[in-house]
């Protein structure tokens, strides 16, 4: 059941397994809170599940941003967003009692995952970002040393060229991340290898956090 709060609608799912890092789901355009359960589920079998509804709309379909065009950000609107979404994540970690969770973002949802980790670093504990892009022409100079986050790319996205993927995850390395950029003989769209991968890197951070 959605709910609201801190100014999001949002599902909650306490997962079964306290062990297992909480994920973030960020959905792209025209998702909601729904949309990635599943994938969710999938990828971090046992995590709680905190998966807010993008506040903006466009012609009615959610976004976590304002753009103005197709791959063109409204950044002082992204920088706004990125602020209360990172507001909201600190809000539901204390009702939910939460740790400091893993995005889980496609498309639009990984584009304001990478904005929070240049912009608010000590929100997310790591990422993986599904078919993301740039968000900011010029990104703060943000420490996130050592944070975890995988990027997966399709080969084929025709929204996302390659260079800018490229461009990102030299951004995140340059602000200290240890970033795995992976390019996928894929669209726009997730494919099992994405869920795949996303399953071994979570696996992989919770094999490492200390218990
Ligand atoms: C965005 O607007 O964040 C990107 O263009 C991806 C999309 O949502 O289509």
Redesign the pocket.
Known sequence: MSDSFAGFLHRFDKGSAASSPPILLLH??GGDENDLIDLGRAVAPGSALLSPRGPVLEHGMP???R?LA??V?DEADLKQRADALADFVTAARQRYALEAPIALGF??G???AAAMLMQRPDVLSGAVLL?A?V?FAEPPAASIQGTPVLIASGAQDP??PASNAAQLAAQLRERGASVDHRILPAG?ALTQADVNLAAAFVKNIAVKAPA
Do not use: D, L, Q
């Open positions: 792209g355009t976004r976590f941003f753009r197709e791959g950000f498309s639009n990984a584009n304001i078919r892009m968000p929204i996302v726009h």
